[in-house]
Nanobody, 115 residues
Framework: HVQLVESGGGSVQAGGPLRLSCAAS????????MGWFRQAPGKEREGVAG???????HYSDSVKGRFTVSRANAKDTLYLRLNALKTEDTGIYYC??????????WGQGTQVTVS
């Protein structure tokens, strides 16, 4: 069955970097677009970055220039590099698989705390 597992979250000082990973299993990884989302305390979940099947990427305005999404197809893993972190980047970060214009599988999330 399809499974997505995030890791790499933690506590970091403002300005610091962090790298999140999303390990996928149970399907042909490269055949789907993927997305990174986050949910801050008391706020709605928002999309922050995504990668299409052709490897092209897109970012929300709030993270553009600071976050980078990449993938390692051989490892069925999606990454999100977070640079120049701000306190407002605090939240739970999720990866999700896109299928026919909606996200059908989600990971359990990994907490990022910026102080």
């Amino acid at each position: 069955h399809v499974q997505l597992v995030e890791s790499g979250g933690g506590s970091v000082q403002a300005g610091g970097p962090l790298r999140l990973s999303c390990a996928a299993s149970g399907y042909t990884y490269s055949s789907h677009c993927m997305g990174w989302f986050r949910q801050a305390p008391g706020k709605e979940r928002e999309g922050v970055a995504g990668m299409n099947r052709d490897g092209s990427t897109h970012y929300s305005d709030s993270v553009k220039g600071r976050f980078t999404v990449s993938r390692a197809n051989a490892k069925d893993t999606l990454y999100l590099r977070l640079n120049a972190l701000k306190t407002e980047d605090t939240g739970i970060y999720y990866c999700a698989r896109e299928d026919r214009l909606h996200y059908d599988y989600w990971g359990q999330g990994t907490q990022v705390t910026v102080s």
